[in-house]
């Protein structure tokens, strides 16, 4: 199976992606640097998870992954409340990041 057909992997690039869009040129270095490496840390840890060879080794980079999901949903709920990202918006990231993170957690646990 390919990545690209894989759509966690799909749905964590397109919610990076926009993370990263809605943050572009915002001033505040430091939050916009910490919450658009999280969002780049979810996909990619899936991404090296699915390279692996060992079933061992999927779950630790699906288990960074599931990290990283905890790390971008602490920052969308801060993001929100000091008015960086619109209350819409910070529900509608926060509930495909706990999506993400069930799928990540069904996902390990099949390979256990």
Not at 10 to 17: G, N, T
Not at 29 to 40: A, E, N, V
């Amino acid at each position: 199976m390919r990545l690209e057909n894989l759509d966690i992997w799909r749905r964590s690039v397109d919610l990076s992606v926009e993370i990263y869009q809605h943050f572009a040129g915002h001033r505040d270095f430091g939050f916009r640097d910490q919450i658009t490496r999280s969002s780049l840390s979810l996909p990619s840890n899936i991404a090296e998870g699915f390279e692996r060879a060992s079933e061992r080794e999927k779950a630790l980079f699906l288990n960074y992954a599931k990290g990283s999901a905890g790390e971008l949903k602490t920052q969308l709920i801060i993001g929100y409340r000091i008015g960086y990202i619109p209350e819409d918006m910070s529900n509608k990231w926060g509930e495909e990041v706990e999506q993400l993170s069930r799928m990540l957690f069904a996902i390990m646990r099949k390979l256990k």
